[in-house]
């Protein structure tokens, strides 16, 4: 089992930044990719960027050119660099890892538990 913490959120002014960080313990063999999702009060969970284990990323386009996913494979722990914010920026902030917990498991993707981001003045 996999078990995600995360931590870096909080209140921000507009035009401000906030990082978060996202760590992986448990069984782990390999882990693949990594991400963050963000969740509006009455909105669906939506892709904010994800990374591969590889390095390579995708972004959603409203977080394009303000925001940086990274990922130190050697602590199993991905960062979200939140730069502008706005206020539409708000949200709770779930990260998630695909791992294998063994050689020949399957992979199965693992949520944290969700970290508050509130972009106000």
């Known amino acids: 089992q996999v078990r995600l913490v995360e931590s870096g959120g909080g209140l921000e002014q507009p035009g401000g930044s906030l990082r978060l960080s996202c760590a992986a313990s448990?069984?782990?063999?390999?882990?693949?990719?990594m991400g963050w999702y963000c969740q509006a009060p009455g909105k669906q969970r939506e892709l904010v960027a994800k990374?591969?284990?590889?390095?390579?990323?995708n972004y959603a386009d409203s977080v394009k050119g303000r925001f940086t996913i990274s990922r130190d494979n050697a602590k199993n722990t991905v960062y979200l660099q939140m730069n502008s914010l706005k206020p539409e920026d708000t949200a709770v902030y779930y990260c998630?890892?695909?791992?294998?917990?063994?050689?020949?498991?399957?992979?199965?993707?693992?949520w944290g538990q969700g970290i508050q981001v509130t972009v106000s003045s």
């Open positions: 448990g069984s782990i063999f390999n882990i693949y990719d």
């Open positions: 998630y890892a695909d791992s294998r917990e063994r050689v020949l498991a399957g992979i199965l993707r693992s």
């Open positions: 990374i591969t284990s590889g390095g390579r990323t």
